[in-house]
């Protein structure tokens, strides 16, 4: 089964390439990583790069573990040689994040307390690394 992820990340890759710049193929390859990460571990992902209505803001996943609604922000590093791929979400990209969450969360009609935001970090290595830190940050209360 494993052989089948490659060559439908393979053939994805190949398609991006060809529409845009390598760091953004890059970001995708994390995402792609991180979603079967977390499906492999009973999340079920119902978005992929979610967007507000007027395009300010993405989540990287959302997903649903259990009762929880679970924003996600992935984050691929070549190496950690400046930081951990974790230590780039900041205070001004936890509320960026949050922003868009409440968006989401208030179409989904998901209470507010319902919610946790997990960072999965990704290093490029053979194999690629993948950290996942659950409730990474708490949500400002509603």
């Known amino acids: 089964m494993e052989w089948l ?16 710049p390598v760091d953004h193929a890059a970001g995708r390859r994390g995402e792609d990583l991180a ?7 009973g999340f079920t992902v119902v978005a992929r790069n979610y967007r507000t209505a007027d395009g300010a ?8 573990e259990g009762e929880t609604l679970v924003f996600v922000e992935v984050k ?3 190496s950690e040689e400046l930081g951990t791929p974790a230590q780039a979400v900041d205070e ?6 949050e922003r868009v969450a409440r968006d989401y969360a208030l179409r989904a009609g998901v209470d507010w ?5 997990d960072i999965v970090a990704v290093v490029e290595a053979d194999p690629p690394r993948i950290e996942h830190f659950r409730d990474a940050f708490a949500p400002r209360p509603a």
């Open 5 to 20: 992820y490659r060559l439908g990340d393979a053939a994805r890759d190949a398609a991006r390439r060809r529409w845009w």
């Open 35 to 41: 979603h079967r990460y977390l499906k492999s571990r």
């Open 57 to 64: 803001g993405e989540i990287d996943l959302v997903a649903w």
């Open 76 to 78: 691929l590093r070549a």
């Open 92 to 97: 001004s990209k936890r509320r960026h994040l």
């Open 113 to 117: 307390e319902r919610v946790r935001f």
